[in-house]
């Protein structure tokens, strides 16, 4: 029984902020890289970062950079996208993803999926 739940997703307007959390059980944690992924109604899902084993993250999205902030709480079994001066552009279904492989901004390299939380900014 391995899953991901993510949580924290909303509506907002345009430059709020949200903290999405996902949370992970049946697996080991700390040997899993645990990335994060968007999808916006009638495109592709794209990554949006990863956290890697010792716990630096690297952002796929250029976006993204110095708005969204990603760590994880190991003994919680928690990973965290804290996201700030949101904007349109951002609205999408958010998923954590796990893999054993290493971080990658494929999604076809991660085994385990959340259902995903839904972002919109208005």
């Known amino acids: 029984d391995v899953q991901l739940v993510e949580s924290g997703g909303g509506s907002v307007q345009a430059g709020g902020s949200l903290r999405l959390t996902c949370t992970a059980t049946?697996?080991?944690?700390?040997?899993?890289?645990i990335g994060w992924f968007r999808q916006a109604p009638g495109k592709e899902r794209e990554g949006v970062a990863c956290?890697?084993?010792?716990?630096?993250?690297?952002y796929y999205v250029d976006s993204s950079d110095g708005r969204f902030t990603s760590a994880r709480d190991v003994g919680k079994r928690e990973l965290f996208l804290e996201m700030k001066n949101l904007q349109v552009e951002d609205t999408a279904m958010y998923y954590c993803?796990?893999?054993?492989?290493?971080?990658?901004?494929?999604?076809?390299?991660?085994?385990?999926w959340g259902k995903g939380t839904q972002v919109t900014v208005s």
């Open positions: 993803a796990a893999t054993r492989y290493g971080c990658s901004v494929e999604p076809a390299s991660y085994e385990i």
């Open positions: 049946g697996f080991d944690h700390k040997d899993n890289c």
């Open positions: 956290n890697y084993r010792d716990g630096s993250t690297t």
